[in-house]
């Protein structure tokens, strides 16, 4: 079955960096595309960024771009996101999940790991 495990946040000051990891098992990883997401106390879960299944094309959010980088190693199941400049609004847990097709193929179930908390603060 498919699993996903994030790690990596922590608290940092602003201006900080992190980088997150989060290691899937139980699919094909390389013929999927991947997505981070992130949930702030009393706000929608949004879209972070999200890579490709080969690593070729990468998108993120406005507030992100040119902050965070995402990346994988198929070789290593795990896709990365490179946190720098980290600001206090950025304070949310973390989570990655698969390209929505594999949902679908999955009769609608929603794949997420247990997240990582990531917290900027002075």
């Known amino acids: 079955q498919v699993q996903l495990v994030e790690s990596g946040g922590g608290l940092v000051q602003p201006g900080g960096s992190l980088r997150l990891s989060c290691y899937a098992s139980?699919?094909?990883?390389?013929?999927?595309?991947m997505r981070w997401f992130r949930q702030a106390p009393r706000k929608e879960r949004e879209l972070v960024a999200v890579?490709?299944?080969?690593?070729?094309?990468?998108d993120y959010a406005d507030s992100v771009k040119g902050r965070f980088t995402i990346s994988r190693d198929n070789a290593k199941n795990t896709v990365y996101l490179q946190m720098n400049d980290l600001k206090p609004e950025d304070t949310a847990v973390y989570y990655c999940?698969?390209?929505?097709?594999?949902?679908?193929?999955?009769?609608?179930?929603?794949?997420w790991g247990q997240g990582t908390q990531v917290t900027v603060s002075s």
């Open positions: 890579i490709t299944s080969a690593g070729s094309r990468t």
């Open positions: 139980g699919f094909t990883f390389g013929f999927y595309a």
């Open positions: 999940t698969t390209d929505e097709v594999l949902w679908q193929l999955n009769g609608g179930v929603e794949y």
